[in-house]
Nanobody
Framework: QVQLVESGGGLVQAGGSLRLSCAVS????????VGWFRQAPGHEREFVVS????????DYTDSADERFTISRDLAKNTVYLEMNSLKPEDTAVYYC???????????WGQGTQVTVSS
């Protein structure tokens, strides 16, 4: 059974950076697609970015643009989301999720709060 634990959220000023971590247990990253989603107050959860099991295909949503970078460390079985030049509108709870290739997002972490002050 796959389990995901996020960490790294916090309060940061606009223009600052944060790196979120998603520790994966129960499966190796090479067999799963791992993605980041976020949910702002009063909004639906939205996809941000994902990295595929082979590590060579990365999918971004338009809102992520060039400020967000996803990466992974196979030795630590951890996926990272580096966020730079943060804006107040990036304030949200950030979730990581996992799915098999071609499958649906069915495994979720508990979320980590990111708050960007203006």
């Amino acid at each position: 059974q796959v389990q995901l634990v996020e960490s790294g959220g916090g309060l940061v000023q606009a223009g600052g950076s944060l790196r979120l971590s998603c520790a994966v247990s129960g499966r190796t990253l090479s067999s799963y697609v791992v993605g980041w989603f976020r949910q702002a107050p009063g909004h639906e959860r939205e996809f941000v970015v994902s990295i595929r099991s082979g590590g060579d295909n990365i999918d971004y949503t338009d809102s992520a643009d060039e400020r967000f970078t996803i990466s992974r460390d196979l030795a630590k079985n951890t996926v990272y989301l580096e966020m730079n030049s943060l804006k107040p509108e990036d304030t949200a709870v950030y979730y990581c999720a996992a799915r098999p290739d071609g499958g649906i997002w069915r495994t979720w972490g508990q979320g980590t709060q990111v708050t960007v002050s203006s």
